[in-house]
């Protein structure tokens, strides 16, 4: 008996023990960064009564006491959205994501320069998207938030036809993007010979972007736009969530999605399944989208993240061509009629699947690589010919940081290497009427690039930074012509090095100030380095450019205004000139030289914010303003025997409007209401090269209204209704440069937008 209750005594105090142990048991992981997987360092981990109880070091650890079965802490850091952690009995390991707060964007980390810095340390001209820009509209385009960031212009009419530029760099890009480098999870978009279409892209499954403006060749090769880093939505941290939403409006807009989300520590996915339907403004632009993104992100280890995105898209676009001033006059709502006559559009679906990792070897030395395989056919009446493609690429991308930890002259060095080869199978056939007639092309493409990076972050002190870049950069495009044999060939360009030098100090919050000199090429892409006969130019090379800039960032009163200054000067030069030299073919030399001179401002400012405690928890008015002086130094346009045919030395820049200004205002209620308006002012700008036409200046203002609400612990609901161009404006977004009437006809520059319309919808999320 005795001995009995010896072993119960025993184990009741062995029991006692171990729950002890249970409780006083530390709670340890990382923080990052939600969308770009940076980690964040200062971030305070308090209780729920605000006392401090934590604090995230440089590589975003972090460690607690769990004194209790199951509590919360919260996580706070300026420039994020203030985070509740459930940390139960069972956890003692996290994997914690802090969300970017759209209202301190100077103070969010970002990846573009891989310094992972804020943006108001960052040396260079560098602007981020949250998915909150994003849905201030309708969401089915990404022409209002990109159209918010001083020097950016996206321009756009239907759905079916979009061309972004940044400080006029790929303005005039005949179709889809050039002299811009885009990624999405760090996955290159951007084919091989350097044309991006972002079609596949689902706006409501973007997390984040950030823009970077200028040539960013030293860490991304060509582009001397600048590079787009698109992040695809991830779920809130602890949240298990399944979401539909619809939306309907004008023209026949419809669209429906179904979104799921889990926001583990462990596996952090995000799957999104959409359908979007739009009849158009303009007789024969119907355009319909099916959209598949997955997105997952696997913490394995503390040392390891894994990311895998899958994405699919199928796109039937009809394409309704420009008009002249005269039909546009008569009625915008027409189509070309050579468009109409050979039903011109745009058929294919999409493919990407990307696989990332990030492996931290130790505090010192890091890996970050990803490999890629992107795919799409393309089917392509054109007004002058009938295409079909079949693309397919693949490569990778991969660097290592190091920080030896100098005593002196604190160094973080990176190197790294990206490669990227694409294969186009493509047939052109007689387009008749919208079906295949004879084949009169059968031609394939591998074009191949790759590019080895350097660079190195230097601390000349406690506040100043001095940033130095190199790449080197390899292009070539394997021409095999099936039907014209003799037109067989291998072009191969000149291989680029391009440097980058920035330094920046860090004065206080109120101001920090950064210069750099870097340089930027973007190459012909493979359909413009062909001659008149369809054979290669041997000639043609690079557009090369020079970047000169300053910056001045910082936030005051109290960090209420927020303001991002630069004032750059870009000299670009061997610029691509386009020759009209019958129907359907144009010719490309290198006969320009142009000045970029130019100044942006961002300004917000928070009236009201949420630690206000007042009714109304935002406040925000926001303003950019762009200022673009840009001429022809030295431009020629020469015919197909090299002849000069005209020149434009000091004319304005074609497609680029001295003041662009896009102002708005935002408004959030604790009831969940919510006021979204916004106004874009564009100047008038120059249609061609000799500025004897122009497309007259416009403006356009839209406004959103919605309600938004939690429900019990479990349904979240959002309601809300918008009208785009409220003052009916009768405009052109975006314009054919350079448009050639042929046999005496007007030039066919516009494309008119659409006239006052609206929109409506809803999203119902349950919360597990």
């Known amino acids: 008996m005795n001995l009995y209750r010896y072993l119960i005594l025993s184990i009741g105090l062995l029991c006692c023990h171990e729950q002890g142990i249970a409780q006083i048991k530390a709670v340890t992981g990382y923080i990052y960064d939600s969308q770009t997987r940076q980690p964040i360092a200062g971030v305070i981990l308090s209780s729920m009564a605000d006392k401090q109880i934590g604090l995230s070091d440089a590589r975003g650890y972090f460690e607690i006491s769990a004194d209790q079965p199951e509590h919360q802490v919260k996580a706070l850091m300026v420039g994020y959205k203030t985070q509740v952690i459930k940390i139960r009995k069972t956890e003692s390991s996290l994997n914690v994501q802090l969300d970017a707060d759209a209202l301190n964007l100077n103070e969010v980390k970002i990846a573009g320069y891989n310094e992972n810095k804020t943006i108001r340390e960052s040396a260079g001209s560098v602007s981020v998207i949250t998915s909150k820009d994003l849905s201030r509209g309708s969401a089915v385009s990404l022409q209002p938030a990109l159209n918010g960031i001083p020097g950016v212009r996206m321009d756009q009419s239907t759905l079916s036809e979009a061309r972004i530029s940044i400080r006029g760099n790929g303005v005039r890009a005949a179709y889809g993007i050039r002299n811009v480098k885009i990624y999405v999870n760090e996955i290159p978009v951007t084919e091989a010979d350097g044309t991006t279409r972002i079609e596949a892209l689902d706006v409501n499954s973007i997390g984040r972007a950030e823009v970077i403006k200028g040539p960013a060749s030293s860490i991304y090769g060509a582009g001397t736009g600048g590079v787009i880093n698109f992040q695809m939505q991830r779920s809130p941290y602890q949240e298990q969530s399944i979401e539909a939403s619809g939306l309907a409006g004008a023209y026949g807009l419809h669209r429906l999605a179904t979104t799921y989300r889990n926001g583990g520590d462990k596996v952090n996915s995000y799957v999104s399944y959409g359908w979007q339907e739009y009849e158009g403004y303009r007789q024969h632009s ?3 989208r099916r959209f598949l993104t997955g997105n997952f992100q696997l913490f394995p280890s503390d040392r390891r993240i894994i990311t895998l995105l899958l994405n699919r898209t199928t796109q039937y676009s009809q394409i309704p061509g420009s008009l002249t001033l005269d039909q546009v006059q008569a009625d915008p709502l027409q189509a070309n009629a050579t468009n109409l006559d050979k039903a011109a559009g745009r058929y294919q679906t999409w493919t990407r699947i ?17 490999v890629f395989t992107y795919f799409y056919d393309l089917n392509h009446p054109l007004p002058y010919a009938y295409i079909r493609n079949f693309y397919q690429s693949y490569g990778g991308r991969t660097k290592f940081s190091y920080d030896p930890e100098f005593g002196i002259l604190p160094t973080r060095f990176t190197v790294g290497a990206e490669f990227n080869e694409g294969l186009t199978k493509g047939a052109q056939y007689v387009n008749n009427k919208g079906t295949e007639g004879a084949m009169n092309a059968n031609v394939d493409y591998r074009n191949t690039n790759y590019s080895l990076f350097y660079q190195s972050e230097t601390s000349l002190g406690s506040k100043t930074t001095l940033t130095l870049g190199l790449s080197y950069n390899s292009l070539n495009y394997d021409v095999k012509d099936y039907l014209k044999t003799n037109q067989t060939g291998v072009k191969k360009f000149n291989p680029q090095a391009s440097p980058r030098i920035a330094l920046s100090h860090n004065f206080s919050e109120a101001l920090s100030l950064h210069t750099s000199v870097s340089s930027g090429f973007s190459p012909p892409s493979s359909s413009e380095v062909k001659n008149v006969d369809g054979s290669i130019n041997p000639m043609l090379q690079a557009e090369k450019g020079w ?30 000139i386009a020759q009209s030299v019958q129907q359907g073919i144009t010719i490309y030399n290198n006969s320009g030289k142009t000045s970029h001179d130019g100044a942006e401002l961002a300004l917000s400012y928070q ?6 405690r007042h009714e109304i928890i935002n406040l925000r008015p926001f303003a950019a303003v762009t200022y673009s002086d840009f001429k022809f130094k030295d431009y020629k346009t020469l015919n197909a025997q090299g002849v000069i045919t005209a020149t434009y030395d000091d004319n304005k820049l074609t497609g680029v409007a001295p003041w662009v200004v896009n102002a708005g205002i935002d408004l959030e209620t604790r009831t969940g209401v919510y006021f979204y308006g916004n106004y874009f002012f564009s100047d008038k700008l120059p249609l061609n090269d000799a500025n004897s036409a122009y497309n007259g200046s416009y403006q356009v203002l839209n406004a959103k209204i919605g309600y938004k609400r939690q429900f019990a612990k479990c349904l979240e609901a959002n309601v809300y209704a918008g009208l785009d161009n409220i003052l009916n404006e009768s405009y052109s977004s975006i314009v054919s440069l350079n ?10 520059f516009y494309s008119p937008s659409p006239r006052r319309n609206g929109y409506g919808g809803l999203n119902l999320k349950y919360i597990f």
């Open 286 to 288: 119907k355009d319909m």
């Open 354 to 370: 990307g696989l990332g990792q990030q492996y931290h070897f130790n505090d010192q030395f890091s890996n970050s690589t990803s």
């Open 547 to 576: 970047n000169y800039e300053m910056n001045a960032k910082g936030n005051l009163f109290k960090s209420r205004l927020a303001y991002d200054l630069a004032v750059f000067k870009l000299d670009m030069k061997g610029e691509l």
């Open 607 to 612: 009236l009201f914010r949420e630690g206000d």
């Open 739 to 748: 448009a050639v009437g042929f046999n005496g006809a007007q030039s066919p």
